[in-house]
C-alpha cells in the first residue's frame, strides 16, 4: 500500500481566509481522491482528482470553494477558500489505482474556522 | 447513487465477547465492499475487502466479513475482540461497472471494548 502524507497536520483558521492542504504519495497513482469528514459524521467524497485533467467534483461541492491541483502523479492540492466555520472539518487525501478498487488514506487535515 | 447503513451507531462490548457490526447497502448491479478501521489518533486503515469469489473474507486482527448478496449485507465479525480493538469502524461500497472508484462510506460505528 502506498504511503500518504498530508499537511498541515491540524490549522485554525479565520473565516474569510483560505487554507491550501497538501498530499504527498510515496509512489505514483493515477487517482487521488479527497474527502471530508465532518465532527462525528462519516466521510464524504469532495472530489475525484486524476493527473492531467480536471478534478470531477461531487454534488455539493464546487471548484470556487474547493479548487484542487494535481500537478503530477504523486502530489495533489485542495484548497478550502473563503472558509466559514461549517468548513471545520477533517479532510483526507486518498489515492486508488491499477486493478485494486481499495483506497489507502492519508492521516488526515483537522482544520478549525474561528 | 449507492448509499451504505451501518445501523449500529456504538457498541460496547467486554473483552472475549463476540462482535457483529451491521452493514447494508443499497445498490442492484456488482458491488465492491470494504470495511475499514480508525484507531484513536490514527488514521484509516484497510481492514478487509470483497470483490468476488467466496462470500466470507477474512482480514487482519482476526476479523472477517460475510456478503449476503440476497441481503445486501456485509456484516463484520469477530469471534473474541480485545481491548485494543475499541475503534471506528466504517463500511464502504463502489459500485461496478465503470471506471469511477469512489468509495460511499456508512455513518460509522464507535466500537468501545471494556477490559
Known amino acids: 500500500s502506498a504511503v500518504i502524507s498530508q499537511k498541515p497536520s491540524r490549522d485554525i483558521c479565520q473565516r474569510g481566509t483560505s487554507l491550501t492542504i497538501q498530499c504527498q504519495v510515496d509512489?505514483?497513482?493515477?487517482?487521488m481522491f479527497w474527502y471530508r469528514q465532518q465532527p462525528g459524521q462519516s466521510l464524504t467524497l469532495i472530489a475525484t482528482?486524476?493527473?492531467?485533467?480536471?478534478?470531477?467534483?461531487e454534488s455539493g461541492f464546487v471548484i470556487d470553494k474547493f479548487p484542487i491541483s494535481r500537478p503530477n502523479l504523486t502530489f495533489s492540492t485542495l484548497t478550502v477558500s473563503n472558509m466559514s466555520p461549517e468548513d471545520s472539518s477533517i479532510y483526507l487525501c486518498?489515492?486508488?489505482?491499477?486493478?485494486?478498487?481499495?483506497?489507502?488514506f492519508g492521516p488526515g487535515t483537522r482544520l478549525t474556522v474561528t | 447513487a449507492q448509499s451504505v447503513s451501518q445501523h449500529n451507531h456504538h457498541v460496547i462490548l467486554s473483552e472475549a465477547a463476540s462482535l457483529e457490526l451491521g452493514c447494508n447497502y443499497s445498490?442492484?448491479?456488482?458491488?465492491?465492499l470494504f470495511w475499514y478501521v480508525q484507531y484513536p489518533g490514527q488514521h484509516l486503515q484497510l481492514l478487509l475487502k470483497?470483490?468476488?469469489?467466496?462470500?466470507l473474507v477474512k482480514g487482519i486482527k482476526g476479523f472477517e466479513a460475510e456478503f449476503i448478496k440476497s441481503k445486501f449485507s456485509f456484516n463484520l465479525r469477530k469471534p473474541s475482540v480485545q481491548w485494543s480493538d475499541t475503534a471506528e469502524y466504517f463500511c464502504?461500497?463502489?459500485?461496478?461497472?465503470?471506471?469511477?472508484?469512489?468509495?460511499?462510506f456508512g455513518s460509522g460505528t464507535q466500537l468501545t471494548v471494556l477490559p
Open positions: 482528482a486524476n493527473q492531467g485533467s480536471e478534478a470531477t467534483y
Open positions: 464502504a461500497v463502489n459500485a461496478r461497472p465503470g471506471s469511477a472508484r469512489q468509495l460511499t
Open positions: 445498490y442492484g448491479g456488482t458491488v465492491n
Open positions: 470483497y470483490f468476488s469469489g467466496d462470500p
Open positions: 486518498s489515492v486508488g489505482g491499477g486493478t485494486s478498487y481499495e483506497q489507502y
Open positions: 509512489s505514483q497513482v493515477t487517482m
